[in-house]
């Protein structure tokens, strides 16, 4: 059989997209086993300095203070942000209890994250002499309404904003100039969620604000290598699942407890990278969702925000 031009074209046609589907997803896997196996551990770029602190917001309970016990443990002073000054002293005394190693200094301070009135510089004014070398954006929340968003006030809705993306910005707004004089490599973490790669009924607020976290940290990292480059580097956390006393799941391999997340994504501190997954599993997990269709995840959300709604209830009763 004599294969024309145009049979052979096609052929070397398909064998070439075979060849670079084949080394695309190579390079994922290679990048996936490099990223949370393989590669140094880069925390200690941000020990530099006499007293360095990393500041966590949302620390008082789930995975704000089991990241502050992780960064403790590993050197750091902190400071740690919270609402409620007797769970976020509680927080600080365990903090104490369990670390290793000499007892280092603990700072707090105490900021509702939904109010508009927050005097974020002078916040930052009483922690100005302080070398801040890592922050951890970490508060927020998902308030799961049972409604659509038109069955709220304007106010009501805006703190969820607030919540999820403004008090990340304003605090990070207020403390760049600190950061930029800290005299080496300073990382911002934007705590963020899968959420906001999906469309999720009745968590507008806080899948949009996610995503807005996520454009922040993008335009931030420019602006921070434009002109006269600063040492200060952003990067979005693109969170999955995470049991915390606010969700109540059994833990499981794609449901990790608040310790052993924070355990694990201390290797992934200053990866470089500007968007990270920072629980192996989660990123897994990311990446057979990004393969099924839109009607297939919508359902399966609607089905998951249902039985949440539905059991929520049952404890309110």
Known sequence: ?????????????????????????????????????????????????????????????GIGRAVAKELYERGFNLILHGRNETKLKAAIDQIHASGKGPKRDIRFFLASADAADVDFTK??????????????????????RAQRIDAFSGEDLLGDIRVNALFSFDLTHAL?????????????????????????????????SKSFLYQL?????????????????????????????????KPSL??????????????????????VTPYAPHAMQQLLVGLLPKSILLHHATKTIQRIIDETEKRTD
Request: with cysteine; glycine share 8%.
């Open 254 to 275: 794609f449901y990790p407890l608040a310790a052993d997340f924070a355990k694990n994504l201390m290797g992934i501190i200053g990866c470089g990278r500007e968007k």
């Open 123 to 144: 916040i930052v004014e009483q922690f100005k002499d302080l070398r801040i070398t890592l922050v951890i954006n970490n508060v927020g929340g998902g308030r799961l």
């Open 176 to 208: 760049l100039p600190q950061l930029r004089a800290a005299g080496g490599p300073v990382e911002v973490v934007f705590v963020g969620s899968q959420s906001a790669d999906i469309a999720i009924p009745r968590l507008s607020t806080y899948a949009a």
């Open 217 to 249: 940290t993008r335009c931030l990292n420019a602006d921070e290598t434009y002109g006269s480059p600063s040492q200060v580097r952003f990067t979005y956390w693109n969170v999955g699942t995470v049991i915390t006393n606010s969700l109540r799941e």
């Open 1 to 61: 059989m004599i294969l024309d031009y145009n049979d052979l074209i096609s052929t070397q046609t398909f064998t070439i997209l075979g060849i670079l589907t084949a080394f695309y997803f190579f390079q994922r896997f290679a990048s996936f086993v490099w990223l949370y196996y393989l590669r140094p551990p880069s925390l200690h770029k941000f020990l530099h300095g006499k007293e360095p602190y990393a500041l966590i917001t949302g620390a008082s309970d």
